[in-house]
Every structure is written in structure tokens, then in C-alpha cells.
Nanobody, 124 residues
Framework: QLQLVESGGGLVQPGGSLRLSCAAS????????IAWFRQAPGKGREAVSCTSRSAGSTNYADSVKGRFTISRDNAKNTVYLQMNSLKPEDTAVYYCAARYWGPLTCPLDGYTSWGQGTQVTISS
């Protein structure tokens, strides 16, 4: 059974950093595009970033470009989201998601398997 488990969320001050992890089990991570989404209170879900199967291609939302970095270690079945220069508007529940996809690109929609989410709060 495909399972995704996020960790690494927490409370940090503006300007701080966090690294989220998404641990995959029950499937071979290397065959899936992986994305991070977030949902702030009262708002819809937003795609943050995605990585292709081999991490050769990544995409980022404009709101996080230059501050967030997605990476993956297929051998460890884990995907990471390094978040720097955090802002209060980054506060949200962050989810990772998997989609069986081709090797060269990653989509920012259509994901079919989701983790339970991890809370990220940016506040002084």
C-alpha cells in the first residue's frame, strides 16, 4: 500500500528555515513524480513545488522561487523541501503527494496519493 508521511514542520520566526521530509513506503519512489502542496487556513490548496522521477526537473510556485528547494533521495525513498527566508504567509499545512509519471518532467496537478500533512507556522 502506497504511503507518504511528512515530518519536519514546526513554529519558526520570520526569516528562519525548516526542512520538510516526505518518507514513502509501499512503492518504488523512483517511478513517481513527487510534489509539495500547502493549504493555509481559509484558502485553497496550492502547489508549491515538484520534482521529476530522477530530480532532473523541478518546478516551483512563483511565491517560493529562490527560497524553497525540493530534492529527493530515491535510495532512501524520501523527498525533501528545504524552506529558507520563511515568511508569515508561508504558514500552512504542507502535504507531499505522488503521481506515477514519466521521467523527464513533473506536473503540478493530478496527484493521486497524499500524505497526512505537517503544520508549518511562521510567527514572531
Amino acid at each position: 500500500q502506497l504511503q507518504l508521511v511528512e515530518s519536519g514542520g514546526g513554529l519558526v520566526q520570520p526569516g528562519g528555515s525548516l526542512r520538510l521530509s516526505c518518507a514513502a513506503s509501499g512503492f518504488t519512489l523512483g517511478y513517481y513524480a513527487i510534489a509539495w502542496f500547502r493549504q493555509a487556513p481559509g484558502k485553497g490548496r496550492e502547489a508549491v513545488s515538484c520534482t521529476s522521477r530522477s530530480a532532473g526537473s523541478t518546478n516551483y510556485a512563483d511565491s517560493v522561487k529562490g527560497r524553497f528547494t525540493i530534492s529527493r533521495d530515491n535510495a532512501k525513498n524520501t523527498v525533501y523541501l528545504q524552506m529558507n527566508s520563511l515568511k508569515p504567509e508561508d504558514t500552512a499545512v504542507y502535504y507531499c503527494a505522488a503521481r506515477y509519471w514519466g521521467p523527464l518532467t513533473c506536473p503540478l496537478d493530478g496527484y493521486t496519493s497524499w500524505g497526512q500533512g505537517t503544520q508549518v507556522t511562521i510567527s514572531s
